[in-house]
């Protein structure tokens, strides 16, 4: 069994992105988001690979429907209590 998703597999998810024009914008937008959502890097540092400011990744991130905050799961359930 392949523990790697193949090439072809990676390009057929991406082009399902319609907000960026090639292959590897989408590829490289698929992969930063997974490496976001798991807080491996900052908004910052994504929106800075993809060569977008923070709030125009987040503005993506919204139009795609994706929550994201920057605080972590606890902060948001002490604001949601306060």
């Keep these: 069994m ?4 193949n090439k072809e597999l990676t390009q057929t998810i991406a082009l399902e992105i319609q907000l960026f024009q090639s292959v590897e914008q989408k590829e490289n937008f698929l992969f930063l988001l997974g490496a976001l959502l ?15 400011e923070p709030a ?22 002490l604001e949601k209590n306060w």
């Design 2 to 5: 392949k523990t790697l998703m």
């Design 38 to 52: 798991a807080r491996v890097i900052s908004l910052k540092k994504a929106a800075e690979i993809m060569q977008l």
């Design 56 to 77: 125009e990744f987040l503005k993506i991130l919204d139009l795609m429907g994706i929550e994201f905050s920057y605080l972590s799961e606890e902060d948001v359930a």
